[in-house]
Antibody, heavy 115, light 107 residues
Framework: QVPLQESGPGLVKPSGTLSLTCSVS????????WSWIRQPPGKGLEWIGY???????NYNPSLKSRVTISIDTSKNQFSLNLASVTAADTAVYFC?????????WGQGSLVTVSS | EIVLTQSPDFQSVTPKEKVTITCRAS??????LHWYQQKPDQSPNLIIR???QSLSGVPSRFSGSGSGTDFTLTINSLEAEDAATYYC?????????FGQGTKLEIK
């Protein structure tokens, strides 16, 4: 396992863009995929997408039109942008390391969509 | 999309009891099924990978079984610290999906 830490605004206005960054402490980003997962308050887990160190991505079709995941291996960081947000996007957003399974998770970042 | 259905949704159990949680996939996923434990206000924690592989640091009372479409997470001799919500997750095909979760309450 490696420590991961999400950062970014906790409040986003409707129709705006949600932006989060995940910082990875230690180790190489080359051997894994780096993923975003979200959890609406009181609900279950939803996979958003992942990225490899090469920049290759895979997104959940339910969010694909609004999601962009990027990576900066020189900073050991990867980021999530979710456009055109609504109240339904209010959730705790987790970043995670993926090797088929998710074996390291960040603590989660609550993002509320509200005016 | 592969749908994972867990049962039960909720279970109230006493310490030392044996608990079984099932996860059924809508199509064959081989052994690409993983289990997570999530305690309140914490991130999920991987406890079983590839249906039955145990992990270092996870108590031996946790075990998994199954393949194809039917999977089971078993907790032998439940302890108070096992109060949590448990999720299954499949990685066979995109999109990755999770079960709806099973909440364990300790009496």
């Amino acid at each position: 396992q490696v420590p991961l830490q999400e950062s970014g605004p906790g409040l986003v206005k409707p129709s705006g863009t949600l932006s989060l960054t995940c910082s990875v402490s230690g180790g190489s980003m080359n051997d894994f995929a780096w993923s975003w997962i979200r959890q609406p308050p009181g609900k279950g887990l939803e996979w958003i997408g992942y990225i490899y160190h090469t920049g290759s991505t895979n997104y959940n079709p339910s969010l694909k039109s609004r999601v962009t995941i990027s990576i900066d291996t020189s900073k050991n960081q990867f980021s999530l942008n979710l456009a055109s947000v609504t109240a339904a996007d209010t959730a705790v957003y987790f970043c995670a390391r993926m090797y088929n399974f998710f074996d390291s998770w960040g603590q989660g970042s609550l993002v509320t969509v509200s005016s | 999309e592969i749908v994972l259905t867990q049962s039960p949704d909720f279970q109230s159990v006493t310490p030392k009891e044996k608990v079984t949680i099932t996860c059924r996939a809508s199509q064959n996923i081989g052994s690409s099924l993983h289990w997570y434990q999530q305690k309140p206000d914490q991130s999920p924690n991987l406890i079983i990978r590839y249906a039955s592989q145990s992990l270092s640091g996870v108590p031996s009372r946790f075990s998994g079984s199954g393949s194809g479409t039917d999977f089971t997470l078993t907790i032998n001799s439940l302890e108070a610290e096992d109060a949590a919500t448990y999720y299954c997750h499949q990685s066979t095909s995109s999109p990755h999906t999770f079960g709806q979760g099973t909440k364990l309450e300790i009496k």
